[in-house]
C-alpha cells in the first residue's frame, strides 16, 4: 500500500506538471501567431519562464525564509529537534539541512531550498511546545521528504509557468485593449479567429493553470507524507501531528497566500479574511490521517 501510494502520487504530479507546460506552450504559440510568428511566441514563453526560473532557483530560499521572520539556530538552541532532523537525515541518507525556528505559537512547519544540498527546515515554536518526540519526528520526516523527493523545485518550477502564463497573458490582454486587436484585425487576414483564440487562452490558462498547480501540491503532499511514513516505520507520529496542528486555533501571522503551499498544513484558517479562495494548496486532513492510518 505505501509503495503503491508513492508511485501513484509520483505519477500523477508528473502528468499534472506536463499540463501547465501544454497550457504555457499552447498560449505562447497562439499569442505569437496572433502577432505574426506562432513560433516565436513560444520561444518568448520559454525565455520569460527561464528568466523566472533563475531568479526563483538562486534567490527563493533566502526570500522565503526572509519573510516567514525565520531564525537560523544551532544545536545548543534546540538539542533535541537537531537530534530528530539529525537521525533522519542519516537514515534518508540526505545532507543535515540548516534548521530555522519562527517565533510563533501557531503549531506548523515547511522545507525550503532548491537541493538537497541547499535545503533549510522552518519549524514554530509552537510546533516545537505542542508535540511530542514520535509527532515531531513525524513532521520532520515530512519535510525531509519534500527535499528528498525534489518537490521544492517542482513546486517552484510549476510556480514559474504558472506565472509566466498569467504574465503573458495580462501582457496580451492589454495590448489588445490598448488598440492592437482592432490594427491586426485590419491589417492581417485571418487574425480574427486566431484572436479569439488567444483571448480565450489569455482569459482561460491562467485559471485552469492555477488549477492544475493546486492539484500538483496536493499530490506532492500526499507524497510527503507517504515518503515520511516509509522513513519513520511509524506512520501513526505524523498522523496524530497532523491531527493537532490542524485542530490548534492558533493563526501563523507570518502565513500568506505566496507561502501557504509551503506548509504541512495549510496555516491560514478558514475563518480568516486572507482565507477567501478558490483554490486549496492542501488535501484534506482527514483524507490524509486516513491514508496515513491505511500504512
Known sequence: MMYDRIAANRRNSIILVFGVMAFLVTLGYFLGEYYGNGYFGI??????????ALVSYFGGRGVILKISRAKKIEKKDHPQLFNVVDELAIASGLPMPDIYVIQDSAPNAFATGRDPGHAAVAITTGLLDKLDRDELQGVMAHELSHVQNRDILFSMMVGVMVGSIALLSDFFLRSVFWGGG???????GGSVPIMIIALLLAILAPIFARIMQMA??????????????????????????????????????VANRATQ?????????????????????????????SRLLEM
Do not use: C, W
Open 261 to 289: 503551499h509551503l506548509y504541512i498544513v495549510n496555516p491560514i484558517k478558514p475563518f480568516e479574511k486572507r482565507a477567501k479562495s478558490l483554490f486549496s494548496t492542501h488535501p484534506p486532513i482527514e483524507e490524509r490521517i
Open 43 to 52: 520561444g518568448l514563453a520559454v525565455v520569460v519562464g527561464s528568466v523566472s
Open 216 to 253: 500538483v501540491s496536493r499530490q506532492r503532499e500526499y507524497l510527503a507524507d507517504a515518503s515520511a511514513a516509509q522513513m519513520t516505520r511509524y506512520p501513526n507520529g505524523l498522523a496524530s501531528a497532523l491531527k493537532k496542528i490542524a485542530e490548534d486555533p492558533e493563526v501563523l501571522e
Open 182 to 188: 482592432r490594427k491586426r484585425s485590419k491589417n492581417k
